[in-house]
């Protein structure tokens, strides 16, 4: 009977997720995914996400200068009042015909696991031939260190704030993120995880925000399912073909997202791969990135192959430095945009590249006029002059040269990384570390600011 009890309040038996806001969410219509929603569930889970320490909102400058400094960083020159953040992107030419886009959010895949950017062991052979088959970004870093900061920055391209989860919050915000944006230019979405579409409410948040489907746990043969993280990634893009030979057919095209889960505990390794390394973190690894070459050669001998364009990022590093107090490999990031039939003119670029600029570099290789209502940039044509991280209680700039180290409290570091240099400059260039804090500072306030009076999210048919 207590079993029964407590399965009563948590709502599920899926063991990495209890019920959610999201759990109620079956379609892409607010109004009826509301209808779902208890509304005593709704408030007694709204009163304790209040109570929660994380979910407190950030106080660290002046609101209206944080949005005057954006505007200024982002040159938004034709100011909207009650949307702060957007600027109507206007192409000459429209990219006919549509292509497909392929967006591959990678756990746990840090820059520093690859041999481009020094790593011995030859883990990443397959990530690395194709990193020279595109544009390249040596220099792209990932907002947060959780999963959930790294779906929901690539996807609508905001900075991860600390312990804040937007996702998971009562209120389910809507944001113009990729899926809304592409599903009104006429796209199929589409969204495959290895495991519980709950977990982190990301299946609920994801339906609210313009995703048709999400293919998850539930989805795929009971037998395959390995470990708390549900089938291997081998199998998750094995499983995706038929359907997006499904959305290929319907004359329209698609928006698919995938998000591996194979780097990450509880390990799998199938036993047909072999890997070569001894060290099971090693071989995880290697198994990553077979996956990711399975998956591109079948892919290949599908119709779809040669008008998608695919986009390889991780949703986090892994922490395999300690130089500093934050460690720069558990955000460095590969940044790949990758179409062997589109992009011929390949390009490395060692510019700073944010996970939030992912959504807008999409709509411009897309060459699709739109609302960009985000703090994302194109970054074939626009330069980010710093790139932002955050963990859970600091936050950090960085560009080609320098890297500054930040907190709530006022503190600061600021270190010359990329010569592994460990003394702190922060007194002595001042002026220098004072200018990357302020960056910070104003990303993070001008979100929370946005965030907090919803202006985050604008219907820009409507009149």
Not at 121 to 129: E, G, H, K, Q
Not at 306 to 314: K, L
Request: charged letters at 20%; a negative charge; hydrophobic letters at 35%.
């Amino acid at each position: 009977m207590t079993g029964l009890i407590f399965l009563g309040i948590r709502g599920r038996i899926e063991q990495k997720s209890p019920i959610r806001i999201g759990t109620a969410y079956f379609g892409n219509n607010p109004f009826l995914n509301q209808l779902g929603l208890n509304p005593n569930f709704t408030l007694i889970r709204s009163y304790l996400d209040s109570k929660k320490e994380e979910n407190k909102s950030i106080s660290l400058i002046d609101n209206d200068l944080a949005i005057s400094n954006i505007q200024s960083y982002l040159n938004i020159t034709q100011i909207n009042t009650d949307y702060p953040l957007v600027r109507k992107v206007d192409y000459d030419t429209i990219a006919e015909p549509k292509y497909n886009v392929i967006l591959i959010i990678m756990e746990s895949m840090s820059a520093a696991k690859m041999s481009r950017h020094g790593n011995p062991d030859n883990l990443t052979p397959f990530l690395d031939s194709i990193s020279n088959c595109g544009y390249y970004f040596e220099n792209a870093f990932t907002n947060g260190i959780h999963t959930r900061n790294g779906v929901f920055s690539t996807l609508f391209s905001f900075p991860a704030i600390f312990r804040q989860h937007p996702m998971k919050e009562s209120s389910m915000q809507r944001y113009n993120g990729i899926y809304s944006t592409l599903l009104d230019k006429g796209y199929s979405t589409i969204y495959f995880t290895t495991h519980d579409g709950q977990f982190d409410n990301v299946e609920g948040f994801l339906k609210a925000n313009g995703c048709q489907r999400v293919i998850s746990k539930a989805d795929y043969p009971s037998n395959m399912i390995k470990t708390t993280l549900g089938v291997p990634d081998d199998y998750m893009f094995e499983f995706s073909i038929p359907i997006l030979n499904q959305l290929n057919g319907k004359n329209q095209p698609f928006f698919a997202t995938f998000l591996t889960a194979s780097d990450h505990g509880p390990y799998y390794i199938p036993d047909y791969f072999a890997p070569k390394s001894s060290e099971t973190k090693k071989q995880i690894v290697e198994y990553a990135d077979f996956s990711l070459r399975r998956f591109i050669q079948m892919a290949k001998s599908e119709a779809w192959f040669d008008n998608t364009i695919f986009v390889f990022i991780a949703d986090h590093g892994s922490p395999m430095d300690n130089l500093y107090e934050m460690s720069i490999a558990y955000h460095h990031t590969p940044l790949l945009f990758y179409a062997p039939d589109i992009i011929t003119d390949h390009k490395i670029y060692d510019k700073p590249a944010s996970q939030m600029d992912v959504f807008p570099s999409i709509m411009g290789l897309l060459q699709l006029s739109y609302y960009n209502n985000t703090l994302g940039i194109d970054l074939f044509r626009e330069t980010r002059k710093y790139a932002l991280i955050n963990a859970n209680d600091k936050f950090g700039v960085i560009d080609k040269n320098w890297f500054l180290i930040g907190d709530i409290s006022n503190n600061r570091k600021l270190y010359r990384y990329g010569e592994k240099d460990r003394q702190d400059y922060a007194n002595e260039l001042k002026s220098t570390a004072s200018e990357m804090d302020l960056y910070a500072r104003s990303f993070l306030q001008g979100y929370q600011h946005v965030k907090n009076n919803n202006m985050q999210f604008y219907d820009f048919d409507k009149p």
